[in-house]
Each structure stands twice: as structure tokens, then as C-alpha cells.
């Protein structure tokens, strides 16, 4: 952890004011706290100021701090607190923060810190020689399940490798940050497994009335002796409904759980309430349709070769994707080069990979392993393949 301490008296400005818009809403961030609670958008305000000139600096903590009504030191405690507030000038195109807390720690990040140190700066906070990037090391940013990660400016990048991280610095030194997909750099959904769900893959189990048996239909409930309360139906049906919407669709867990309870609620005291189960709307994975095994365009596979060629050295494949590829008989550089626009879109599909094979460029790394294998990629990519 850095001692965090307000820039040198050089690098100071000598006032801070809000641009006119941010002044705007900067007031009206103000009035969302009741009376007398103003000093809670502080946070927000700083941030802002932020997001305005690059860095936090101590006119801008001081201006705040006047604006709240708050002793000026209370500012600075909050500002030399949060590691998301930059007390000094730091990259214009990236500020590449380094978790290095025990989980990322274990998981590589000392290796992403010198690659930091190695194409931004040998040391933390400051800049590289055009001003554009700077580094430093932080602690826990929880998201410790897809260790090792980065956060550069509001967004995380995570499940890194020293090679990817190179790469996205790359990309932003270059101006091409807004192009780097967020999160996960695996094939993972946010923190779901790798290469898809591992369990919860079958429907959920159907719900049980009050009786104890399985209500699978209304002619079921009928034949129960006893009616069931809509209480009951509601409670069994918001559980597997919460349950199920909880693990698979977090977004829409509330609403399909509350609509569940209302449609319980409104079942007449018959006693033909039946605790019909809940199927929970279909996860953005389950919707996504995958391409046919048995579609055209799928790229012919061969036999596995004696020496297949290792996959993993194109960016981008790691030792599960290589496995599904070695699954569709896809063994060799020279295959994956020949890919045409129709098969690579049907490679990406089945993986899942909304682009990636395109955005990775697999062809070009491929083309040029089964040329001259890491000569030849060293001479195309100007770096060694992962
Ligand atoms: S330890 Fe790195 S995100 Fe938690």
C-alpha cells in the first residue's frame, strides 16, 4: 500500500471551479441529501472533479469542502482515504491500477506489476515518457474470483496473464482503450466457471404443495384433501422462482419473484391453487443460440496429427479452448489460417466469444505460426506469442 500524500506545491494549481456543467450538476447532487446531510456528496463531488482535471488536486479539495460546509481536513481524509482518487497527475490516456492483495497476488500479479514497470515506468505513479500512462499498485478491488485483475479508470480487467495485460496497455497507449472488452479476458461469464456452468444446468425441480407432493398440475392439486393457502403457493412459488432467478438472472430476479407472489396472491381459496413451478427466464448463456454441430459452415476437422501444433500460442486460446478446438478436429496453425469470414463466425459462435477470434485476429497469429512458427510471430508481432 503507498503512503498517499497531495501532490508537491509545484504541481498544484492555484484554484479549482467547476466547468459550468458540472457546476449544474453539482448542485443538484447537493440537494438529493436531506438537510444538514450534505457532506454524504462528497464523494460523488470528487470524483467529478476528478473525471474534470485528471487528478484531485488541493484547491479542487478545498473548493469541495467549502462547497459541503466541511472542515477542510475532513476533505482531505476522504481524498487521501479512497485509492479511486488521484492526488497527483497521473497517465491521460490510463492509470493502470495493479491489485496486489493476497488472492491476485497468488494468482500473478507481480508479474503484471513488471509489466507495468517494464512499458509504463520503474516506478509506481509515475508517468511514461509521452505522460500518457501511469501504474500503481492497490489493494483488494473485489473481484478476487477472476484474480489476477486491473482497474483502469471505472472498469475492471480481469483473469490476466502478463501477455493480455501487454497487450491492453498496448491498446491504450495507442488511444484504443474504449476498444478492450471489459471484465473476464477468458472465456468466462462474468464469475461463472470457465467454459460455461459446471451445475444448476437442469430445470429446477418442480415446486411441492403444501401436502408434500409434487403439484405438477392442477389435477394434482385437486386431488389433495387439503386446499393450499395462497400463502403457501406464494411462498413455495417465490422461493423457486428466487432461487432460480438469484442463480441464473440476478437482473431480473426481483421482478419475476415479486410477478410470482402477485399471481399467487391472486388464486382464489378453492383449494385448485397449485404451486405450479417457475421456470426462471432463460439466462442470456441459455438464449444464446449455438451454432449446429452439423451446420455448413462449421470448419472441417482431421484426424489428430502425431505432433498437433500448440494452439495455446495464439492469443487468446488457453488450455480449455484448445481442447474444445482439438474436440471439432481442429489440430494445426495452418487450419485455423485457412478459417473463411463464415466458419471463424461459427468457431466464435460455438465458443461463445462475441467477436473475439476478429478482435484477436487468430488468422494473422496463425498465418504466421504455420509459416515460421515464433520466428516468424516474433517478426509479424514484433513480440513473442503467449
Ligand atoms: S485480491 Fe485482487 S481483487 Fe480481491
Known sequence: MSVRRLAEDQFQPAAFAFNKENAIWAEKTIKKYPEGRQQ???????????????????????????????AYIRALEVATFYTQFQLKPVGTRAHVQVCGTTPCMLRGSEALMKVCKSK?????????????????????????????????????????????????????????????????????VFSAPEGGLTSLTTEAPKAKSASGKAASSAAAAKADAAPIPPSEAARAKSTDAETNAALKTPATAPVAAAKNVKAAEAQPLSGTATAEPVKAPASKADSAQKPSLTDKNRPAGIEKPATPDDLKLISGVGPKIESILHELGIFTFAQVAGWKKAEREWVDGYLNFKGRIERDDWIKQAKALAKGGEAEYIKVFGKKPR
Open 40 to 70: 454524504s456528496a462528497i464523494i460523488p463531488l470528487m470524483m467529478r472533479a476528478q473525471e474534470q482535471e485528471g487528478w484531485v488536486t488541493k484547491a479542487a479539495i478545498e473548493t469541495i469542502a467549502d462547497m459541503l460546509d466541511m
Open 120 to 188: 509504463i515506468n520503474s516506478q509506481a505513479f509515475e508517468r511514461n515518457a509521452d505522460g500518457t500512462l501511469s501504474w500503481e499498485e492497490v489493494e483488494c478491488q473485489g473481484a478476487c474470483v477472476n484474480a489476477p485483475m486491473v482497474v483502469i479508470g471505472k472498469d475492471t480487467y480481469e483473469d490476466l496473464t502478463p501477455a493480455r495485460l501487454e497487450e491492453i496497455i498496448d491498446a491504450f497507449a495507442a488511444g484504443k482503450g474504449r476498444e478492450v472488452p471489459t471484465g473476464p479476458q477468458i472465456d468466462r
